[in-house]
């Protein structure tokens, strides 16, 4: 809509005229309201960026025309309160409106004052906040009619007063509100919006939303103090007591003296007195604006306690000011302690970085900037570049946001190597956000290997010590050519694993992961640094043998190969193929899966989940069960199926070492009570046995009677 639509529908009187819009505007107010806005509370940082753009162009002109501040040299923003008549009153000492202005700028949807300045200027490198008028009619959120009182050095001073149904009104201002210049908004708020008269609550969104704005920003607060009651005030008083000192003067005398000096201690008397007192608000500067060499490690501090509110300290701090495709300036910190509810899924990761314009805040809850694995980080950036809507909540585009986020990556990145070359600035790094690295592995990509780099273990060698993968590497046997790993639920559980029986003989360091982010991770990460991570619960795990190992191996799958057939017809389907392993020392079997199906660990936690389908052979793979040809148990095995003593014994005994192993090697039984009664029943047959032919009953005899 142009200014020209507006037509003068009548004029009251010499002072008062009224105008009407050409268009509904009670639908667009209405539209602006309900849909442009999703949260009332912007008005504030509406109004006060306006109040900004107005003291920025005061600022701007005084640059060619240093008188222009005249009598009223302070640039600053204040905000005070009527309580009884629900008033809110924001003032200016910025540029001023002339009546023309006051029409054109706020009597017209879309049409800026800032933006027509902002298009006069030959210099286009000055940028100012306020290119949308509809900013300013945000106030209607929350108040049902609005004054404008403005004054411009170059006319008188003007009020503009409209309650949005349909018109508005301008008249010479002879109010108290006397200005030299400025602009005072004065909000009449609606019943249920009287919140907004509580200093605390003006207070904490100017925190929010104009903590940084460079002008400084003045609240109307209410104090205390005591006073001392002057004397007009107690004249009565003193009579009275004067009064009756004479009275009792002839008989006493003697304490003349006393009472004179107990008059002359006397504490005067105090009341206490409520007054009222401008405080500013945005003290805390932004830091990020400043040249990181004039700032103090303790500035840094502060103002990361500031920005976050936690009473710890940071890990670590970037100060950047990046330019070329798109600019934009800042401030990361990493935390010393991650949120009670970093992990929490439900979680939005609203308030990690807060982003700003002109040093206006924009948003808190903008995704783009970091990825979830990162949302550890706090921060503050800036950048001019930004494309907004009219309301400044939501962007128009992403594309700028992307290519800020994926420096904001790299920054990040170069932080947490900052902090790994402290080991004790990276361990407790490491505990608080190691699951979140875990997690960007999966996700990302493009720095998973730098993000490799930054994964720490516990190992079969280092003594519960967590070490990197590249000091894996270079601990690794001068044979070695694999890194090798176990996943498990727990340390405990790994280190009495068969599993590790041969590596430790052959002195190859095995990776211990217990994390259940870990078997995501190595779904993502096959290799590191032309090494080959190898889980060494699965088949095929190549341990270097030499000629000897590997003949010897060789003729015991062909020695064997009887005793495997026997077994796999005896599993049936319960196993893939039953094997003679190359990774056993003491133990009988072990139960392996192929090398790219689920690991039993990983098959545990799919199990564990609240949506896990019922149905998950498709995704596990069938199982391998590998013997070793050296344990007397197998070797009695081979005797008996040889000595054609095949029976239903030896084959329970079969099933029973296969489910002994099942657990063993990591997973769960189907069956847990067929498995005990089998035990059972094995134990009394035994037990009888050994009764009717005189042989001690013991349990290790049982157990050997098992065996054999």
């Known amino acids: 809509m142009e200014t020209s639509n507006l037509v003068n529908d009548q004029q009251t009187n010499q002072e008062m005229e009224t105008?009407?819009?050409?268009?509904?505007?009670?639908?667009?107010?209405?539209?602006?309201?309900?849909?442009?806005?999703?949260?009332?509370?912007?008005?504030?940082?509406?109004?006060?960026?306006?109040?900004?753009?107005?003291?920025?162009?005061?600022?701007?002109?005084?640059?060619?025309?240093?008188?222009?501040?005249?009598?009223?040299p302070d640039l600053n923003i204040k905000i005070s309160f009527d309580q009884e008549n629900k008033v809110l009153i924001i003032r200016d000492t910025g540029i001023g409106m002339t009546k023309e202005e006051l029409i054109n700028n706020l009597g017209t949807i879309a049409s800026s004052g800032t933006k027509k300045f902002f298009e006069s200027l030959t210099n286009k490198d000055v940028n100012l906040i306020g290119q949308f008028g509809v900013g300013f009619y945000s106030a209607y959120l929350v108040a049902n009619q609005i004054d404008v009182i403005s004054k411009n050095i170059n006319d008188s001073q003007y009020k503009w007063s409209s309650n949005a149904n349909g018109i508005f009104t301008i008249e010479r201002d002879d109010t108290d509100y006397s200005l030299t210049r400025g602009t005072i908004i004065i909000l009449?708020?609606?019943?249920?919006?009287?919140?907004?008269?509580?200093?605390?609550?003006?207070?904490?969104?100017?925190?929010?939303?104009?903590?940084?704005?460079?002008?400084?920003?003045?609240?109307?607060?209410?104090?205390?103090?005591e006073v001392v009651v002057e004397e007009k005030d107690i004249e009565n008083k003193d009579v009275e007591e004067n009064k009756d000192v004479e009275e009792n003067k002839?008989?006493?005398?003697?304490?003349?003296?006393?009472?004179?000096?107990?008059?002359?201690?006397?504490?005067?008397?105090?009341?206490?007195?409520?007054?009222?007192?401008?405080?500013?608000?945005?003290?805390?500067?932004?830091?990020?604006?400043?040249?990181?060499?004039?700032?103090?490690?303790?500035?840094?501090?502060?103002?990361?306690?500031?920005?976050?509110?936690?009473?710890?300290?940071?890990?670590?701090?970037?100060?950047?000011?990046?330019?070329?495709?798109?600019?934009?300036?800042?401030?990361?910190?990493?935390?010393?302690?991650?949120?009670?509810?970093?992990?929490?899924?439900?979680?939005?990761?609203?308030?990690?970085?807060?982003?700003?314009?002109?040093?206006?805040?924009?948003?808190?809850?903008?995704?783009?900037?970091?990825?979830?694995?990162?949302?550890?980080?706090?921060?503050?950036?800036?950048?001019?570049?930004?494309?907004?809507?009219?309301?400044?909540?939501t962007l128009q585009q992403n594309k700028i946001l992307k290519l800020i986020g994926k420096n904001l990556v790299k920054k990040v990145l170069d932080m947490i190597n900052q902090i790994?070359?402290?080991?004790?600035?990276?361990?407790?790094?490491?505990?608080?956000?190691?699951?979140?690295?875990?997690?960007?592995?999966?996700?990302?990509?493009?720095?998973?290997?730098?993000?490799?780099?930054?994964?720490?273990?516990?190992?079969?060698?280092?003594?519960?010590?967590?070490?990197?993968?590249?000091?894996?590497?270079?601990?690794?046997?001068?044979?070695?050519?694999?890194?090798?790993?176990?996943?498990?639920?727990?340390?405990?559980?790994?280190?009495?694993?068969?599993?590790l029986e041969k590596f430790k003989l052959k002195k190859y360091e095995v990776i211990y992961m217990t994390d259940p982010l870990d078997e995501y991770v190595n779904q993502q990460i096959r290799d590191y640094k032309d090494k080959k991570l190898v889980c060494i619960s699965k088949e095929n795990v190549d341990l270097s043998f030499d000629e000897d190992e590997k003949k010897m191996h060789d003729t015991y799958k062909v020695e064997y190969k009887n005793v495997c057939d026997f077994i796999k017809s005896v599993l049936a389907d319960n196993v893939e193929k039953v094997i003679v392993s190359n990774k056993l020392d003491s133990s009988p079997c072990i139960l392996t899966t192929s090398e790219y199906a689920m690991s039993a660990n990983m098959q545990r936690i799919m199990k564990a989940q609240t949506f896990n389908s019922s149905d998950m052979s498709y995704m596990m793979g069938r199982k391998i069960l590998e013997i070793n040809p050296t344990h007397n148990i197998i070797k009695n095995i081979k005797t008996k199926i040889e000595n054609q003593q095949?029976?239903?014994?030896?084959?329970?005994?079969?099933?029973?070492?296969?489910?002994?192993?099942?657990?063993?090697?990591?997973?769960?039984l189907d069956n847990p009570s067929n498995f005990t009664n089998k035990v059972l029943k094995l134990i009394d047959n035994s037990m009888e046995h050994n009764k009717n032919t005189g042989v001690n009953t013991g349990v290790n005899s049982v157990n050997k009677d098992i065996i054999i």
């Open 19 to 72: 105008y009407s819009f050409s268009a509904d505007i009670n639908q667009l107010l209405s539209l602006i309201i309900n849909a442009v806005y999703s949260d009332k509370e912007v008005f504030i940082r509406e109004l006060i960026s306006n109040s900004s753009d107005a003291l920025n162009k005061i600022r701007y002109m005084q640059l060619t025309n240093p008188e222009i501040l005249g009598v009223e």
């Open 420 to 499: 790994s070359n402290n080991p004790d600035n990276f361990k407790t790094f490491y505990e608080q956000y190691s699951k979140l690295l875990k997690l960007g592995i999966y996700e990302d990509q493009q720095n998973r290997n730098k993000l490799a780099n930054f994964l720490r273990y516990e190992t079969s060698n280092s003594n519960g010590d967590l070490i990197s993968l590249d000091e894996y590497i270079e601990n690794m046997q001068p044979n070695q050519t694999a890194i090798y790993y176990i996943t498990a639920e727990s340390v405990k559980a790994i280190e009495n694993s068969p599993f």
């Open 188 to 225: 009449h708020l609606k019943e249920e919006m009287t919140d907004y008269l509580k200093e605390a609550t003006i207070i904490s969104l100017i925190k929010k939303h104009n903590q940084f704005i460079e002008f400084p920003i003045y609240v109307q607060t209410e104090k205390t103090r």
């Open 646 to 668: 095949i029976d239903d014994e030896l084959k329970d005994i079969v099933q029973l070492i296969y489910e002994a192993t099942l657990q063993v090697s990591g997973f769960s």
């Open 250 to 393: 002839d008989g006493e005398d003697e304490n003349k003296v006393e009472d004179v000096n107990e008059e002359e201690n006397k504490e005067p008397e105090k009341r206490t007195e409520t007054y009222y007192e401008y405080d500013q608000i945005n003290k805390e500067k932004p830091l990020w604006t400043r040249n990181p060499k004039e700032i103090t490690e303790d500035e840094y501090g502060e103002f990361y306690k500031t920005l976050t509110n936690d009473y710890d300290t940071h890990l670590e701090v970037a100060h950047f000011n990046v330019e070329g495709q798109v600019e934009f300036k800042g401030l990361l910190y990493i935390p010393k302690r991650s949120p009670i509810n970093l992990h929490d899924g439900q979680t939005k990761r609203k308030g990690m970085v807060k982003l700003y314009s002109r040093k206006v805040f924009i948003t808190d809850d903008c995704e783009d900037l970091l990825p979830e694995y990162l949302k550890f980080v706090r921060g503050v950036i800036e950048t001019e570049d930004i494309p907004l809507n009219i309301s400044r909540e």
